[in-house]
């Protein structure tokens, strides 16, 4: 298993090679765009038949959308020091 600070540098540095990419684009279409990487990404894990995936999808969904939630409070203190640093 990958020790949590490399899996963190690791999604970081992906994040930073996306964010350009994404930055300053519509928020619908961007809200599309990462909708549809998360259904690519739920679509790609399987079990042992279709209840199976079904439940296994839900549960990936159900804790990614609550990392999802635990990365708001940060990001949002980076874009605000982001901002505050800006207007100096």
């Known amino acids: 298993m990958t020790?949590?600070?490399s899996m963190a540098r690791r999604?970081?540095?992906i994040?930073?090679?996306i964010r350009p990419i994404l930055a300053g684009k519509d928020p619908a279409i961007v809200s599309a765009a990462l909708g549809d990487l998360l259904a690519m990404w739920l679509a790609g894990h399987f079990a042992?038949?279709?209840k199976a995936t079904a439940a296994l999808r839900e549960q990936l969904l159900r804790e990614h959308?609550?990392?999802v939630r635990d990365l708001i409070?940060?990001?949002e203190q980076m874009i605000l020091e982001g901002v505050?640093?800006?207007s100096q």
């Open 84 to 86: 505050r640093r800006g």
């Open 15 to 17: 994040v930073e090679r």
């Open 73 to 75: 409070g940060p990001n």
């Open 48 to 50: 042992s038949g279709p």
């Open 3 to 5: 020790n949590p600070d």
């Open 65 to 67: 959308i609550q990392l």
């Open 11 to 13: 999604s970081q540095a």
